[in-house]
């Protein structure tokens, strides 16, 4: 058989496996939309939960970074990994402890880095111009940067929805993308 047919083969097995298990997409697809409606319906408490998990990772990493700690060998990197996993565990606690406050800062950082992310995809647009279509990639970090800076003009008000905002509208979205 030969390179091509081997592929055919794989992905004609690929693709009945997917359709042996379309039920489980659908139900998938059907829950996520479920869910990402009712986070649209309370935004606030959408927001508390996203960053709940966001402050769960951060224990977690931080208590992994601790425990690293004590295998290393050499004191300077010892307290190094102990003192940053010390402030990620300090900052996961703070998310739990004033989810508000830690709602608060993460919006603040989502801001900026979509600012600045959209101001490196204009530079970078612009250096393209002789490659054409450089013009998409300007737009696209025009779009990303003005999100940042609405963002960051409503700050600290949206703070109580804006990350709840993005998780509903991922959530909607990918239970759609999993129903097509």
Do not use: C
Not at 146 to 170: E, K, Q, R
């Amino acid at each position: 058989m030969t390179m091509t047919g081997e592929h055919h083969h794989k992905g004609l097995g690929a693709i009945s496996e997917l359709r042996a298990k379309w039920g489980w997409f659908v139900g998938l697809g059907i829950l996520l939309l479920i869910v990402g409606v009712l986070a649209m319906g309370n935004l606030v408490l959408a927001t508390v939960a996203s960053v709940y998990y966001v402050g769960a990772l951060m224990l977690a990493g931080g208590i992994f970074q601790i425990v690293h700690a004590f295998g290393v060998k050499d004191w300077s990197r010892f307290f190094w990994w102990l003192l940053s996993g010390l402030l990620y565990a300090a900052a996961g606690i703070i998310a739990f402890v004033n989810p508000i406050l830690a709602s608060s800062v993460l919006t603040l950082l989502l801001a900026a880095t979509l600012f600045a992310a959209g101001i490196l995809r204009i530079w970078v647009g612009l250096e393209k111009r002789a490659e054409g279509q450089w013009g998409w990639i300007v737009a696209a970090g025009a779009v990303t940067a003005l999100a940042g800076l609405v963002i960051a003009i409503g700050w600290p008000v949206n703070s109580l929805f804006i990350l709840g905002l993005i998780l509903s509208f991922d959530l909607i979205f990918q239970g759609a993308s999993l129903l097509m």
